[in-house]
């Protein structure tokens, strides 16, 4: 009897395991699809001829796929008839199923000398190409210690994972076919918020769509790796970031407005020494902090903008060049050393050590910036000489995720007269360092991003 292609049975059935539902459809000899749900993840196996002939699970193929979606302790199936083109595994089914139950073996004699999975990260990557695929998995499972729970191709693909499991943390291509990356985490943000992280070439030609990512609720950037010296450092990017992630409240994020351009015929070239000095300080959430920030801050030509943000080695140089795009303070990156004029806005890292210094009566932000150098800056140094130089009329301001000790960087602030601003720690991507900078009581006001600005214009 033949039977109509896609009529079967969808469900589950407590204390079956998948052995016998792979042993049924061998026997019964139909063309057969088995479709299996787990927790985190779906498979599909395919059989013809009382063998099992085809195997898909996210990125893998045949045999390892197979082997793959036997390892998945419980979960839902629907078996229909349907057959496939494609075949991709020639061993019998019996040696499949003996094969299979050696691995799981091998696999609960690991988990009882290492980590339990269950309390590792999970990770979704999310990009079009198979070697960028596979290389972060490689990189999250074997170097990070995190747990790849899916991968998807596309921007859709990405959702519909979402609808059924939200990971801790998302890493997102930006050009995709079917949905592009900005138009999925768009969508991610509004329909399963979670934190994402693009990984993306940077270069000149697109870093304001680029940037822009950032005003859609991304939590990171890291450029995608082009040597054996760059994955060490997106390996530690996002290691760091998983450090931080359950503790991420991706739900006090907001989405930063569209930017209106500054006129750059407008832009006055700084000349003078600057007498009013905002130094803002921003970790984890403050990239798109500054958004709301810098583009909103009304124009003094006494004042001087200093911005420090921990952020991916190399983005600097496009952050500041996005930002200039906003805001008619001249906005470059720090170099070694820079006079600290009126008018300008200075941007870098917040890594190396920084100081202001007087030299020849003009303040000078002194230090390197350097790529390589991953040792958060000393905050405190920072803040004592700012606070030496323009007393009161110094105004820091703490963002979202802010991390180092700067107790007494602050006491040398309010001791000279200086400003503490510090944001809403429910407005904070990671509001636990703001706690506990809130908990000296030391600032002057907590405002949410939005009121930063209109806060600071009338002080200057």
Same mark, same amino acid.
């Given at each position: 009897?033949?039977?109509?292609?896609? !009529?079967?049975?969808?469900?589950?059935?407590?204390?079956l395991g998948l052995v016998d539902l792979v042993q049924f459809a061998c026997l019964a000899g139909d063309d057969r699809k088995l479709s299996v749900l787990s927790e985190d993840n779906r498979g599909v196996l395919y059989f013809s &001829?009382?063998?099992?002939?085809?195997?898909?699970?996210?990125?893998?193929?045949?045999?390892?796929?197979?082997?793959?979606?036997?390892?998945?302790?419980?979960?839902?199936?629907?078996?229909?008839?349907?057959?496939?083109?494609?075949?991709?595994?020639?061993?019998?089914?019996?040696?499949?199923?003996?094969?299979? *139950?050696?691995?799981?073996?091998?696999?609960?004699? &690991?988990?009882?000398?290492?980590?339990? &999975? !269950?309390?590792?990260?999970?990770?979704?990557?999310?990009?079009?190409?198979?070697?960028?695929?596979?290389?972060?998995?490689?990189?999250?499972?074997?170097?990070?210690?995190?747990?790849?729970?899916?991968? *998807?191709?596309?921007?859709?693909?990405?959702?519909?994972?979402?609808?059924?499991?939200?990971?801790?943390?998302?890493t997102l291509d930006m050009t995709m076919p079917v949905m592009s990356g900005d138009v999925a985490l768009k969508h991610i943000m509004i329909r399963s918020p979670a934190p994402v992280v693009l990984v993306s070439n940077f270069n000149?030609? +697109?870093?304001?769509?680029?940037?822009?990512?950032?005003?859609?609720?991304?939590?990171?950037?890291?450029?995608?790796?082009?040597?054996?010296?760059?994955?060490?450092?997106?390996?530690?990017?996002?290691?760091?970031?998983?450090?931080?992630?359950?503790?991420?409240?991706?739900?006090?994020?907001?989405?930063?407005?569209?930017?209106?351009?500054?006129?750059?015929?407008?832009?006055?070239?700084?000349e003078k020494k600057a007498e009013k000095l905002l130094l803002i300080l921003g970790g984890l959430g403050g990239m798109l902090e500054l958004q709301k920030i810098i583009p909103a801050l009304s124009y003094d030509s006494d004042m001087?903008?200093?911005?420090?943000?921990?952020?991916?080695?190399?983005?600097?140089?496009?952050?500041?060049?996005?930002?200039?795009?906003?805001?008619?303070?001249?906005?470059?990156?720090?170099?070694?050393?820079?006079?600290?004029?009126?008018?300008?806005?200075?941007?870098?890292?917040? +890594?190396?050590?920084?100081?202001?210094?007087?030299?020849?009566?003009?303040?000078?932000?002194?230090? @390197?910036?350097?790529? &390589?150098?991953?040792?958060?800056?000393?905050?405190?140094?920072?803040?004592?000489?700012?606070?030496?130089?323009?007393?009161?009329?110094?105004?820091?301001?703490?963002?979202?995720?802010?991390?180092?000790?700067?107790?007494?960087?602050?006491? *040398?602030?309010?001791?000279?007269?200086?400003?503490?601003?510090?944001?809403? @720690?429910?407005?904070?991507?990671?509001?636990?360092?703001?706690?506990?900078?809130?908990?000296?009581?030391?600032?002057?006001?907590?405002?949410?991003?939005?009121?930063?600005?209109?806060?600071?214009? @009338?002080?200057?």
């Open positions: 009897m033949k039977h109509p292609v896609g !009529s079967g049975f969808v469900g589950e059935i407590e204390g &001829d009382n063998e099992i002939v085809h195997a898909e699970f996210g990125e893998l193929s045949g045999e390892e796929a197979f082997y793959r979606i036997m390892s998945w302790p419980s979960g839902t199936f629907s078996m229909l008839f349907a057959s496939t083109n494609v075949r991709t595994i020639d061993s019998s089914w019996n040696f499949l199923l003996l094969e299979a *139950a050696r691995r799981i073996d091998e696999q609960y004699k &690991d988990k009882a000398t290492t980590e339990d &999975d !269950s309390q590792l990260p999970k990770v979704l990557v999310v990009d079009d190409s198979r070697f960028f695929t596979k290389a972060f998995i490689k990189l999250f499972e074997e170097q990070i210690h995190a747990q790849v729970v899916g991968t *998807a191709t596309n921007g859709r693909e990405a959702l519909k994972f979402l609808e059924m499991q939200v990971p801790d943390l998302v000149d030609q +697109h870093y304001s769509r680029v940037m822009d990512f950032m005003r859609y609720g991304c939590v990171d950037l890291v450029a995608k790796p082009t040597s054996p010296e760059s994955w060490n450092f997106i390996g530690q990017r996002l290691q760091y970031l998983l450090l931080n992630v359950k503790e991420f409240c991706v739900d006090n994020v907001s989405r930063a407005k569209q930017l209106k351009p500054v006129d750059p015929e407008i832009k006055k070239q700084p001087a903008v200093l911005v420090l943000q921990n952020m991916y080695p190399g983005i600097v140089q496009f952050l500041s060049s996005y930002l200039d795009s906003f805001t008619p303070y001249a906005t470059k990156t720090f170099l070694e050393t820079n006079e600290v004029l009126g008018g300008q806005c200075l941007v870098g890292n917040c +890594h190396g050590k920084r100081e202001i210094i007087m030299s020849e009566g003009i303040p000078v932000l002194t230090g @390197p910036e350097r790529d &390589d150098d991953l040792q958060l800056i000393n905050t405190d140094s920072l803040l004592h000489s700012a606070a030496d130089i323009f007393g009161a009329a110094l105004t820091v301001v703490f963002l979202s995720g802010v991390d180092q000790d700067i107790k007494e960087g602050m006491e *040398a602030v309010v001791t000279q007269g200086g400003k503490i601003i510090l944001q809403a @720690p429910d407005s904070c991507l990671l509001p636990r360092s703001i706690e506990e900078i809130r908990s000296l009581g030391m600032e002057e006001c907590c405002l949410k991003p939005e009121e930063i600005a209109p806060y600071i214009n @009338p002080l200057f």
